[in-house]
């Protein structure tokens, strides 16, 4: 007997509708908007914008995996990457997704 299976598509980040404060407004590096932040090659996630925001509708552990898997996460820390936020100073974890999921 088959099982049937859930076929999920592929994850897609679009950085204007996450990091772009206004339409047309182009990503600087070292810029901090509303989703995270971006250093010129990795887009950094909060845990709370990696669940709602870039996995809505899909497993953030699963999703984090798979782009683990694909290497297109950068991680220090499990799943995670562990940095200074610019914002509190302070060391906590982030989801990395490298710019090279886009090309």
């Known amino acids: 007997m088959l099982e049937s299976r859930r076929v999920t598509p592929p994850l897609q ?7 772009a404060t206004e339409p047309g407004h182009v990503l600087q590096a ?23 925001e870039v996995c809505r509708g899909f497993d953030p552990t699963h999703a984090a ?5 694909r290497k297109y ?4 820390h499990g799943l995670q990457f562990k940095r200074r936020d610019p914002d509190s100073g302070r060391t906590v ?8 999921i886009l090309e």
Do not use: H, W
């Open 65 to 69: 995996s798979a782009l683990k898997r």
């Open 73 to 76: 996460l950068e991680t220090n």
């Open 93 to 100: 974890p982030f989801y990395a997704v490298s710019s090279m």
């Open 30 to 52: 070292g810029k901090r908007v509303r989703a995270g932040f971006f250093d010129g090659e990795t887009y950094f996630f909060s845990r709370e914008v990696f669940r709602t």
């Open 13 to 19: 980040i679009v950085p204007e509708k996450l990091f």
